[in-house]
Each structure stands twice: as structure tokens, then as C-alpha cells.
């Protein structure tokens, strides 16, 4: 049982924080495709 626990310690916040961070990233990344889209429309409106 004292196994589990200490895996759990180690690797648990670890886990967490990647996921946290992997959710943040993911929505950055897609305000960043949005904006790169509207930037390809307005530039393919003025050729």
C-alpha cells in the first residue's frame, strides 16, 4: 500500500500539472489557428 501512495506522490502532480498545461496549450493553439485563417482571408481578399 505504501507502493501505491508513493507512486502516487510521484507521478501524481507531475500528471496533473502536464494536463493542466496540455488543456492551456490546447486552446492557445486554437485561437492561433483562428487568427492565422482570418489573416490568410484578408490577405486573399487584397490580391
Excluded at 507502493?3 to 486554437?30: D, H, W
Aim: proline letters at 2%.
Amino acid at each position: 500500500m505504501e507502493q501505491v501512495l508513493a507512486q502516487a506522490a510521484n507521478y501524481g502532480f507531475p500528471m496533473v500539472v502536464s494536463i493542466y498545461l496540455l488543456v492551456r496549450i490546447e486552446t492557445k493553439l486554437e485561437q492561433l489557428a483562428g487568427s492565422i485563417n482570418e489573416l490568410a482571408k484578408v490577405i486573399a481578399a487584397k490580391l
